[in-house]
DNA sequence: CGACGATACTTAACATGTAAACTAATCGCA
DNA sequence: TGCGATTAGTTTACATGTTAAGTATCGTCG
């Protein structure tokens, strides 16, 4: 075919000059309208994609964490922790409170809030996955996955 | 087995809700670290993503488009685009110019000098996008682009 | 021809993400 | 002990993206 799906949504004239070129738009463009779509779904609940997954991350690690290793499991740099554990904060949704025998780190506490928050979202959450991409296979999201992993494993090396 | 890859990465304790969250949170980490390589190159040359964007964009349209027309080619909404052809502008990179015949219209011009950028860039933008995906075959970066396309499918449909 | 709605774009206010520079506390080790 | 390097976090400055509201121009219909 002359044309694809991507190139036509672009609306590009010319195609692409790599499969790898197709693939890397293709992954930007996806994440896009998912972020969008979640994005929506969260200022329902008045929290950001941010702020929900160090709410996500803060249940599943089940204790406190310091700040630094909250940013380290997203892929967020370290200043802009501080802004997004500010709004959290205001919300009550989380605390801060100094570690005694390491004054220098602060350790995030998921409140009662924050965990009554995500317990209502977490229905519309996984309900809103499956409206997006319930129509993937098993083995079709399952391949997906693999590509993507296997996609990152270049990338993550040469990050150093 | 009982643990995967990006269970693994994210540190999480349980494994994923569904394939469905699982292969999104794929997307959305695989894009963050994809961004942030292309992010470091175009500093290089002192432009950004969205920047480098939209002199592509003009690039292949191959005459000077109207502000918003670039816009809907980009997932952005409206108002980012002033900003960011200010500094485009800002850098001689395009010109605005008023349309004669509808005043509301401004046409976005892409200078020689963006010409110029984006022929410099063109080389290392391939050479990344190799670098970062080269190790998938060319059956699997296809296979990619094509979950990716049926993903995006019923994201478009929802929307609005 | 003149008001009203639509269209193209801008402005303002805010959340997020990046880099660079700073502060405070701790550690290592002479 | 005590000084320099390291580590945790904050601040600042700026680019980007979002929503809501504003401005200018155009088209149309009474």
Redesign the pocket.
């Known amino acids: 075919m002359a044309t694809n799906k991507l190139q036509n949504e672009l609306k590009k004239k010319r195609p692409f000059e790599s499969p790898e070129q197709e693939a890397a738009l293709n992954v930007l463009r996806t994440n896009d309208q998912l972020q ?1 779509r979640f ?1 929506r779904l969260f200022r329902e609940y008045g929290v ?1 994609p ?2 929900y997954n160090i709410l996500r991350i803060l249940r599943g690690e089940g204790k406190p964490m ?4 909250i940013g380290e499991r997203m ?11 500010d ?1 959290l904060e205001k919300q009550s949704l989380v605390r ?1 409170e100094r570690c005694l025998e ?5 350790y995030i506490v998921l409140t009662e809030q924050g965990e009554q928050l995500l317990a209502k979202l977490d229905d519309p959450v996984a309900e809103l996955h499956r409206a997006l991409l319930g129509h993937l296979s098993k083995s079709e999201l399952a391949e997906l996955s693999r590509l993507l992993e296997k996609a990152r494993q270049k990338i993550q090396l040469e990050k150093e």
Chains 1, 2 share one sequence.
Not at 66 to 69: C, F, N, R, V
Not at 102 to 106: L, N
């Open positions: 969008n994005l950001t941010s702020q310091p700040s630094l290793e892929i967020q740099v370290v200043p802009a922790m501080t802004g997004l554990i709004r801060r390491d004054r220098r780190v602060i």
